[in-house]
């Protein structure tokens, strides 16, 4: 069975930055990533990325998020800098294993950006 377990939200001012890891049991993963979600707003691509390490990410972190990934131990990770009151919200880690396969999805982990 498939388990991403995520770690490393938490509270911080805004300017400030966390870092978000997701470990993943089971074979790699062809795209790993991170989405986010706001209480009555829809699921939202934050980045992901690759086996190859192709990344793609939202425009609204462009130049503040760092997605990157271990394949050997089978992690992702973002690290966020520049943090706003915008960025508050639930952080889910993503893996899939080729196109149109299963979706899989962590518990989510708060972020709250707030003075």
């Known amino acids: 069975q498939v388990q991403l377990v995520e770690s490393g939200g938490g509270s911080v001012q805004p300017g400030g930055s966390l870092r978000l890891s997701c470990a993943a049991s089971g074979s790699l993963f062809s795209t790993m990533g991170w989405y986010r979600q706001v209480p009555g707003k829809e699921r939202e691509l934050v980045a992901t990325?690759?086996?190859?390490?192709?990344?793609n990410y939202a425009d609204f972190v462009k130049g503040r998020f760092t997605i990157s990934r271990d394949n050997a131990k089978n992690t992702v990770s973002l690290q966020m800098n520049s943090l706003k009151p915008e960025d508050t919200a639930v952080y889910y880690c993503?893996?899939?294993?080729?196109?149109?396969?299963?979706?899989?999805w962590g518990k989510g982990t708060l972020v709250t950006v707030s003075s």
């Open positions: 990325i690759r086996i190859g390490r192709s990344t």
């Open positions: 993503y893996a899939n294993r080729y196109l149109g396969g299963i979706d899989y």
